[in-house]
């Protein structure tokens, strides 16, 4: 019996997203699901697991096995899960809050670690669901919070230096406006064999209207391939405006994968922990 191909739309689940009218987020969805589907990937056979965020309800919006976790440890549950089920495409998803403030820690070791899997960063510079406070991206004159009515005064956080210097063997940014090419971006990010991280800027319409210009600013990466080479990826980084999309690194690095795993049954878990 031959299995027909499965559609982009059959990625997604029945329930209906409450991000905000215009928001970036939807993009991101839908790229990820035609990704998937150009992939040919088999839902059982996959994972999407999130922190906390608006961002991170994206595993609901999916008809695929999900995890919608605690605020900072998707990546943490994520490498959990890859490690107990290697056989598993596994993504995790969150945003610049959720996985360089709290989550910062866990994203410097998943960079180094270099398991299976894909991290995609949903970035628009604010805490949107609890009502728009600056973020560890968010540039430090930005006064229209608040909350930080003259500005953070503080170095913004940079996503692809800190995957860089931190191991990764695949630094991709894309744009929620585009999402064609943040599909394409997708698809290398899970095709390739470790760690692949995907920031994806993704404006939020409610807490930064400033963000609809990102339409005009964004550009192409100008070089037309990818580096291997560390040194050239970080003169790169540093000489860009944040605004550039594209892969800007790619190098393939020993996969990282627990050899002894031991299958323990639930009752003999509980046993370990009995006082």
């Avoid at 490498?79 to 410097?108: Q, Y």
Wanted: overall charge neutral.
């Amino acid at each position: 019996m031959t299995i027909p191909a499965l559609k982009a739309k059959d990625y997604k689940s029945g329930v209906k997203a409450v991000w905000c009218p215009g928001c970036g987020h939807f993009a991101v969805l839908s790229a990820l699901t035609k990704a998937m589907a150009h992939l040919g990937l088999v839902k059982k056979d996959m994972a999407v697991v999130s922190g906390i965020g608006c961002s991170s309800r994206l595993p609901a919006y999916l008809d695929t096995y999900g995890f919608h976790g605690v605020h900072g440890r998707a990546l943490a549950a994520a490498s959990g899960l890859k490690a107990a089920r290697p056989d598993l495409t596994v993504i995790a998803a969150g945003g610049d809050g959720d996985g360089f403030s709290i989550g910062g820690n866990h994203f410097l070791h998943a960079c180094r670690r270099n398991m299976d899997m894909t991290y995609i960063v949903m970035d628009n510079e604010v805490y949107g669901m609890t009502k728009g406070q600056a973020s560890p991206t968010t540039l430090p004159d930005w006064c229209n919070s608040k909350m930080t009515p003259h500005g953070t005064g503080i170095p913004s956080f940079n996503p692809a230096a800190i995957a860089l210097a931190a191991g990764a063997g695949f630094i991709a940014r894309g744009y929620s406006g585009e999402p064609s090419e943040l599909s394409r971006l997708l698809v290398e990010a899970i095709e390739h064999p470790g760690f692949a991280f995907v920031q994806v800027l993704s404006g939020c319409v409610t807490y930064r209207p400033d963000q609809k210009s990102w339409k005009e600013e964004v550009h192409a990466l100008e070089t037309e391939l990818p580096t291997d080479d560390r040194v050239k990826a970080a003169q790169i980084i540093q000489a860009d405006d944040g605004k550039a999309t594209g892969v800007i690194y790619t190098k393939r690095f020993p996969v990282w994968q627990p050899e002894n795993r031991v299958e323990l049954d639930l009752h003999t878990i509980e046993k370990e922990f009995q006082l």
